[in-house]
């Protein structure tokens, strides 16, 4: 019943509403055009505040009981200045709060007005009754502690900052603090996104998309500038989130200060005179108008509208909710469109940035990126490393790269690890680690956002998508003052881009739409019609992402000339011999006295391509390995192996050890090394290790990669299952040879693929990318 009498409330809205979206964006598109031709950008003030007094602003309406309560904490902490001042808005109050203030305290400066303009308009009126340059807007409901004004102060160190924010706490500290001034917001399906951050590790002052009206310090010549409190936003709600991105777009700066401190009582007047519903409609109205005043670029404009009508429609079926727009809401904001109007040729004549750069510059490592020095010939860079796995234990080939040049690279810089892990457990295997970085943070992967058939982004893209992460990395970048951003793996590539200065360098452990592309042959006709679609987004992505990035990592120089194949002009950036290496001195070489007629497999069960090689080796190679050795046996060591009861186990001789913290012992033993890897790009690791130990091996020309194609050179080469076997026999039988060959490997690796001299090479190429993009900004 509920729902029949929500659709027939807003059946004639959304049968309307086609019109009013159709109006509403020929209005706005229209206004842009005209502007284009028409329209003046103002230069922004650059003139410093004075900073050693301030004016507090208090607008008021009915909140006498409050004035009582907070005024005298506020008199006391404004008293270190002679020129500090107090003023007092009444908005038409009835409660006698005027004549309360004039008696109780005629220190303060009362501005009585005639009627209630609202908290903006109260709050306007205040700023241009104000004498000191810097002026701290205050709820009625708000307590200051004693020493919350100097924080304030300070953060005007900069003549281009706009705000500076208070940091909240509730009085009640059982109350979750959905309330904190540390704000940080984002574009999303065609709106704007707002939150409250709680972060302890933000300790000073720091950058936030806007400065809560109630409990921020403003430039008062900055904040008359923008034209304060826009009216459009009447009667409450999102005006302060509306001035700060106008303030950013302007080319200033909004700021938090953890170390200024005030309680919010949370008794506003909207709630009691409002009914919840009105308030909720105000709420996704102004979102809507948010976008109508300030979103210019035109594809985020465009998707806007298109989500605004489609989350209207579910909506209407599925309930209100504040992720999506309605038609009440749609309605209300169309009444308000020659006003947004107005209000969008004016936020246009005052921006001097577009959307996008303004949505960044308040995320900490964008501002770090815009607004610090970077120095790159400081002794030691300041390197952020973002594994998308846990890099301890080594467990499978990615981890033995990254971990190693990790431990490297510590020794020539400063590193921050950032690491996703599936458990907090899997932490305490990184302890070696904490004496080698300087510092260690840890995220338990959270959903991404996972299946979409209608996603332009991969799966495995969208898969490590996170709000979290992004925090996490911003804010590192900001508090370590990171001068490079190391990125693993072509996923995690999405929160390397728009910087302008940090040098971002890419190592693409593997082509990931190269590797798709490999198994497509043998996929079933539907998961292969699904292979194909990921690997068409994949080919976008990637071919999107990697112009962006300043430094390439490739394993191989086959993984270098196939990218090249498709961006040639991105040669200048490839580093194909920086990455894929093994530390050799860990390594004892043991080319004789091996167990005889013995395989060894290695790898990790959670990496695809690994499950099919040892399946494609026990069903097609094996069994052809065991007619004619009978003795042969094969063991299998790798995380998360597949259930023994699902393979063949020819009679015992199959023997799957699953994970094993130490390998050594097993590539010191066993007699042949196994690759049949059939998909996937990049260089083996697991080769790598054969080689450096001596055990000589064989190997599919997909799985050794990057090693030559010359068979016997450094490991025998085979693709089919007959050649394969052969191979391993070859080998069972030839011992002289396969020692011959067991040498060559290992001089490869050390000469080049030894990861400290690779690491140094790394360093350097860090400094020589920021040399680049320092010059590329002067």
């Not at 709050?123 to 020493?147: T, Y």
């Not at 953060?155 to 704000?183: M, N, W, Y």
């Not at 809507?288 to 806007?304: D, Q, V």
């Not at 054969?690 to 000589?696: L, R, V």
Request: include cysteine; charge should be positive.
């Amino acid at each position: 019943m509920a729902l029949l009498l929500r659709i027939l409330r807003q059946l004639p809205l959304a049968l309307l509403s086609p019109v009013f979206i159709a109006l509403a964006a020929l209005g706005l598109y229209c206004t842009d055009l005209f502007w284009k031709l028409l329209g003046r950008r103002r230069p922004p003030a650059t003139a410093a505040p004075r900073r050693d007094a301030a004016s507090a602003v208090i607008p008021n309406w009915n909140g006498r009981d409050l004035l009582e309560k907070y005024l005298p904490p506020l008199i006391e902490a404004m008293s270190g200045h002679p020129d500090n001042e107090i003023i007092v808005v009444d908005n038409g109050s009835t409660d006698g709060s005027a004549e309360f203030v004039r008696q109780r305290f005629p220190q303060v400066r009362l501005l009585a007005l005639p009627k209630n303009l609202g908290f903006g308009g109260g709050s306007n009126e205040g700023f241009r009754a104000a004498k000191n340059d810097i002026v701290v807007l205050l709820n009625s409901d708000m307590r200051v502690a004693p020493h919350f004004l100097q924080p304030l102060l300070d953060g005007f160190a900069h003549p281009d900052v706009f705000a500076v924010s208070c940091q909240i706490f509730f009085p009640d500290p059982r109350k979750t603090r959905e309330e904190t001034g540390l704000t940080h917001a984002w574009w999303a399906e065609g709106s704007l996104r707002v939150r409250h951050v709680i972060d302890e590790k933000v300790t000073t002052l720091y950058p936030c998309f806007y400065g809560g009206g109630g409990s921020c310090a403003f430039d008062r010549r900055k904040f008359l500038e923008l034209g304060g409190f826009h009216h459009l936003f009447r009667p409450f709600y999102l005006e302060d989130t509306d001035l700060g991105f106008a303030a950013w777009k302007r080319g200033w700066r909004v700021l938090y200060q953890p170390a200024s401190h005030v309680w919010h009582e949370h008794r506003g007047t909207i709630g009691r005179k409002f009914p919840r519903s009105y308030i909720d409609n105000v709420i996704r109205k102004n979102f809507l108008l948010f976008a109508w005043k300030n979103i210019h670029e035109p594809r985020r404009l465009l998707a806007h509208f298109g989500y605004t009508w489609a989350g209207a429609l579910l909506s209407m079926f599925a309930g209100d909710s504040f992720e999506r727009s309605s038609f009440p809401a749609l309605a209300r904001a169309f009444l308000q469109l020659p006003g947004a109007i107005a209000a969008r040729w004016r936020a246009r004549s005052l921006a001097v940035i577009g959307d996008t750069e303004a949505f960044r510059r308040p995320l900490a490592g964008y501002y770090r990126d815009r607004f610090l020095p970077i120095d790159p010939r400081r002794d030691r860079l300041r390197v952020l490393f973002l594994s998308p796995y846990p890099i301890c234990p080594p467990v499978h080939g990615g981890a033995v790269f990254m971990s190693q040049t990790v431990e490297n690279l510590a020794r020539l810089a400063d590193v921050h690890l950032v690491t996703l892990i599936d458990a907090p457990a899997e932490a305490d295997a990184h302890a070696p680690l904490i004496p080698l970085v300087r510092s260690l943070q840890f995220l338990t992967r959270l959903e991404g956002q996972g299946a979409n058939p209608g996603a332009l982004s991969p799966f495995a893209v969208r898969e490590f998508a996170s709000r979290e992460l992004e925090w996490v990395i911003q804010r590192t970048i900001y508090n370590e003052q990171i001068d490079v951003f190391q990125v693993e793996y072509t996923n995690m590539g999405q929160y390397g881009l728009g910087f302008q200065r940090i040098a971002v360098c890419l190592f693409e452990h593997d082509i990931y739409f190269q590797s798709i592309a490999r198994v497509l042959p043998s996929r079933p006709p539907l998961k292969r019609l699904a292979a194909t679609v990921e690997y068409l987004r994949a080919l976008r992505y990637e071919l999107r992402l990697l112009p962006q990035m300043d430094r390439i990592q490739t394993c191989t120089l086959e993984n270098r000339d196939y990218l090249l194949g498709f961006l040639p002009e991105l040669a200048p950036r490839m580093d194909p011999h920086l990455r894929a290496g093994i530390e050799t001195a860990r390594y004892r070489f043991t080319p004789d006295s091996r167990e005889p007629r013995t395989m060894l497999f290695l790898g990790s069960f959670r990496h695809a391509p690994n499950a099919a090689a040892l399946n494609w080796f026990l069903r097609q190679v094996m069994p052809l390995v065991a007619a004619r050795d009978p003795e042969a046996r094969l063991v299998v060591i790798g995380s998360d192996p597949p259930p023994a009861h699902t393979l063949p186990t020819f009679d015992g001789r199959v023997e799957i050890l699953g994970f094993v913290p130490d390998i050594q012992a097993a590539l010191q033993r066993y007699a042949v090394f196994i690759c049949p890897i059939l998909g996937g790009s990049g260089l083996r690791v697991k080769l790598l290790e054969a080689f450096a130990s001596g055990i000589p091996a064989v190997s599919t020309r997909v799985g050794a990669e990057g090693f030559g194609d010359t068979d016997g050179e450094y490991c025998r080469l085979a693709d089919s299952p007959e050649q394969f076997a052969q191979a391993v026999l070859d080998l069972f039988t030839e011992p002289d040879q396969a020692s011959a060959m067991a040498h060559r490997a290992r001089t490869l690796v050390e000469t080049e693929r030894d990861i400290p001299k690779m690491t140094s090479s790394l360093e350097l190429s860090y400094r020589a990318a920021l040399v680049l993009k320092t010059r590329a900004i002067l």
